[in-house]
């Protein structure tokens, strides 16, 4: 059943800037059945904005592109009362992962463009997001909205998400689940996310997470490194934190002081020995060749 599709190329700018015209490339409005999206994001290149918006539609995107300049593909589905949303952009002559690195390891003439996508998501519908993406920059603010399950994997691309208005996460995340290959990815504000289960694999690429802040609900965090690197920040020492870590010969941990020895490759805070541990935060790490250091929150 295909329902509530709306595919705008409007010709009137809402804005200007340097790069252009910007204009609304697609929106998909919700007439009242949608309870729940699953947003499927594919963005193979080019500079994306995930942000909050109090407009009722369940996907508004803005570009500065004209038409011709990207591929796209672009599909709705009401299942039920599940809209189901898939949305793939590649920008036209972008030649995927192989050009990052050529510009990295071999010094080639590609640089970063300035053409992006600006995407906004309704506050009002709960969301299961799985977003995908290969090349450039990412930047997602996950401030007020409703997701229930979050998904990204970055490719090769730079990504960064935070909750920049301080606003929680409306319901709680049952998994906030990060894949980086090549890329990196900065996790802020993760307590705001209100997710009970966090789940990061890196290969070569660098994750931040951020847990400075006292999380909202507790917390299990299961991570595997292979020859990346994952930087962890905790939070104030009150907080219960227990950290399990399957190493090898091969790998770097850097602990905090506030970390001690607890059993074998198991580590925990004073919190954690002499509070209830079930509102702290439990780590399950794994390490081949890459690097894991523990940050403690400044004061």
Not at 12 to 32: R, T, Y
Not at 86 to 115: C, M, W
Not at 143 to 152: A, H, P, Y
Request: one cysteine or more; glycine letters at 8%.
């Amino acid at each position: 059943m295909w329902k509530y599709l709306t595919l705008g190329f409007i010709s009137s700018a809402v804005a200007i800037g340097v790069s252009g015209q910007i204009k609304k490339q697609f929106s998909v409005e919700n007439l009242g059945d949608c309870h729940n999206i699953e947003l499927n994001l594919k963005a193979k290149t080019g500079n994306c904005f995930i942000r909050p918006s109090q407009n009722s539609d369940i996907l508004n995107v803005y570009s500065n592109q004209e038409v011709e300049e990207y591929n796209h593909s672009f599909s709705n589905e009401l299942k039920g009362q599940t809209c189901q949303v898939r949305l793939a952009l590649e920008q036209e002559g972008q030649k995927g992962v192989g050009t990052k690195i050529s510009y990295q390891v071999f010094g080639a003439d590609t640089h970063p463009n300035d053409k992006f996508w600006k995407i906004y998501l309704t506050e009002n519908t709960p969301y299961s997001l799985n977003l995908d993406y290969g090349l450039g920059n990412a930047n997602i603010d996950l401030s007020g909205l409703s997701i229930k399950r979050l998904k990204i994997n970055t490719g090769s691309a730079d990504v960064n998400v935070s909750y920049s208005s301080g606003i929680e996460n409306k319901v709680d995340m049952d998994t906030f689940l990060v894949k980086v290959d090549l890329g990196s990815l900065n996790i802020r504000q993760l307590n705001l996310s209100r997710s009970r289960y966090v789940v990061a694999d890196v290969g070569f690429g660098n994750i931040l997470m951020d847990f400075s802040d006292r999380p909202l609900v507790s917390n299990k965090v299961k991570g595997s490194v292979g020859a990346g690197n994952m930087v962890i920040l905790l939070p104030s020492n009150d907080v219960p934190v227990i950290v399990k870590i399957s190493e090898s010969w091969l790998c770097s941990i850097n602990l905090c002081k506030s970390l001690k020895r607890v059993g074998e490759n198991t580590f925990a805070n004073d919190a954690y020995m002499q509070k209830d541990s079930k509102d702290g935060i439990a780590f399950d790490l794994d390490v081949s060749l890459g690097k894991i250091i523990f940050k403690e929150k400044a004061n």
